[in-house]
């Protein structure tokens, strides 16, 4: 008991240091900027006028011609261009303040901004005459919980990056990893073609900008920006009721949707689990799975030795350990055209020889390097070889042949490694070993070597 006591004592007594560091290195208003200038800031993104809408226009062409050719890089630099996040961390900003004015600026900017990203990317994916749908489309159609984790965390970052003195290179970065070009363009794309694509990315553009406010609106709270102040006390009680209207009717889809996409999260992760472990059979593969949990399905196509139906039943029946109880197991395997996928196989086969292709071409290419390195020092010797000639028949006529190589000395005592460069001459006088150490000297320097050695005959 004396023992618990003492130990409290020296942590009570620690406690003071604790706070200390912990206020030392997490303290957001050490390098906090003049707040009016981090608003002012934010206000001056929140408009899509002029410049601003044609660079987004411009920024959706590019974007969806990234996604057109499966340019991961085109699409990289298109967020860059994006002025997109200005409105949509006024709306957060706008909400930590009870700044009901720029509350509507921001959301009329939202909504002009994204109705012209869906017009532009319509009508660029209505005249292309590439129509293939590729990975770049195809990854921009369901969000996950990750995604709404990257909306947050970015948004974050953008506001507390923002309020800083050095605003530095954070708000391209938050353009970036919340990705809120690319869904809007493959909504244009989903409308220019007439499929379901377009409530998918929609649906994820929308999570994305609802999280990123939020994120703006815990940072303007937690660095305790100041609230705008009324005369009017009335007037106030008014904004503040439009304010949390507009609020909750923003965040109660988009915390049913955000507990959908949790939901489906663990559902797949748990339905992968299941497949690895429980289909796990000998000689066999699982080469295709197809989860749906909407329709609360596990599709897998199998291929190698047909697995016996008790042994799939007995699989099904551990589905429950998964949390996966009334889910539909269906096992296809043989190869027919039935069971089999050719196109989810040729995939699988494709991707397995591109990654051993790229790998063996790794390796090539490195081997490659080192043969042209040594090519080229070689190559560098042969050069200097014919470069000297003129100059040591005027410094030493006698000179008749000279033999040039880069070599490795060997330590027989200690197996220690060391570069040597060994030159080989012959002179129709013997030269002196003065001279020889002069001859010795000019060449280290004229060829470049660290160590040389003169070899006469």
């Given at each position: 008991?004396?023992?618990?006591?003492?130990?409290?004592?020296?942590?009570?007594?620690?406690?003071?240091?604790?706070?200390?560091?912990?206020?030392?290195?997490?303290?957001?208003?050490?390098?906090?900027?003049?707040?009016?200038?981090?608003?002012?800031?934010?206000?001056?993104?929140?408009?899509?006028?002029?410049?601003?809408?044609?660079?987004?226009?411009?920024?959706?062409?590019?974007?969806?011609?990234?996604?057109?050719?499966?340019s991961t890089a085109v699409i990289i630099g298109a967020m860059l261009i994006s002025p997109l996040m200005g409105p949509i961390m006024g709306v957060g900003l706008a909400i930590g303040q009870n700044d009901f004015e720029l509350l509507k600026r921001s959301l009329k900017s939202y909504l002009i901004a994204t109705v012209f990203s869906v017009i532009t990317a319509t009508l660029y994916f209505s005249l292309t005459p590439l129509d293939e749908v590729q990975s770049e489309l195809l990854a921009r159609t369901s969000p996950t919980i990750y995604d709404v984790l990257i909306a947050l965390c970015g948004g974050l970052a953008g506001i507390i990056a923002l309020s800083t003195k050095e605003k530095g290179n954070v708000i391209p970065g938050v353009a970036i990893a919340t990705a809120l070009m690319p869904p809007l363009c493959t909504a244009g794309f989903g409308l220019a073609t007439g499929n379901l694509y377009f409530l998918g990315a929609?649906?994820?553009?929308?999570i994305n900008s609802v999280f990123i406010s939020l994120a703006t609106f815990i940072g303007v709270r937690v660095m305790h920006f100041q609230r705008k102040e009324f005369v009017d006390k009335e007037r106030e009680k008014l904004v503040k009721k439009y304010i949390v209207i507009i609020t909750l009717a923003t965040m109660c889809p988009a915390i049913y949707l955000t507990?959908?996409?949790?939901?489906?999260?663990?559902?797949?992760?748990?339905?992968?689990?299941?497949?690895?472990?429980?289909?796990?059979?000998?000689?066999?593969?699982?080469?295709?799975?197809?989860?749906?949990?909407?329709?609360?399905?596990?599709?897998?196509?199998?291929?190698?030795?047909?697995?016996?139906?008790?042994?799939?039943?007995?699989?099904?029946?551990?589905?429950?350990?998964?949390?996966?109880a009334g889910t539909k197991l269906i096992v296809m395997q043989g190869m027919n055209n039935e069971a089999m996928d050719i196109g989810s196989l040729k995939a699988q086969v494709m991707e397995d020889f591109y990654k051993n292709s790229e790998k063996r071409l790794l390796e090539q290419q490195n081997k490659i390097h080192e043969l042209e390195e040594e090519l080229k020092v070689y190559a560098a010797y042969n050069a200097v070889d014919k470069k000297?000639?003129?100059?040591?028949?005027?410094?030493?006529?006698?000179?008749?042949?000279?033999?040039?190589?880069?070599?490795?000395?060997?330590?027989?005592?200690?197996?220690?490694?060391?570069?040597?460069?060994?030159?080989?001459?012959?002179?129709?006088?013997?030269?002196?070993?003065?001279?020889?150490?002069?001859?010795t000297e000019w060449l280290k320097a004229r060829v470049g070597a660290k160590k040389l050695k003169l070899v006469v005959e």
């Open positions: 008991m004396a023992d618990i006591k003492g130990k409290l004592k020296n942590d009570l007594k620690n406690m003071p240091y604790i706070r200390q560091f912990l206020h030392e290195y997490f303290d957001l208003g050490k390098d906090k900027d003049n707040e009016a200038v981090t608003v002012e800031s934010i206000r001056n993104g929140v408009e899509f006028k002029g410049t601003n809408l044609w660079i987004l226009i411009f920024a959706i062409f590019i974007a969806s011609l990234g996604l057109n050719v499966n929609f649906y994820l553009y929308f507990y959908g996409i949790v939901k489906n999260t663990i559902y797949t992760a748990s339905a992968n689990n299941f497949i690895s472990e429980e289909l796990n059979f000998p000689d066999t593969q699982v080469i295709d799975r197809k989860i749906s949990y909407e329709n609360k399905e596990i599709r897998v196509v199998l291929i190698g030795n047909e697995v016996p139906a008790t042994e799939i039943a007995a699989a099904k029946d551990n589905s429950k350990h998964y949390n996966l000297i000639i003129p100059e040591l028949k005027v410094l030493y006529p006698s000179a008749e042949t000279i033999a040039m190589a880069k070599t490795v000395e060997l330590s027989v005592d200690s197996t220690r490694m060391d570069t040597l460069t060994l030159v080989l001459m012959k002179f129709a006088k013997h030269p002196s070993e003065k001279e020889q150490e002069k001859i």
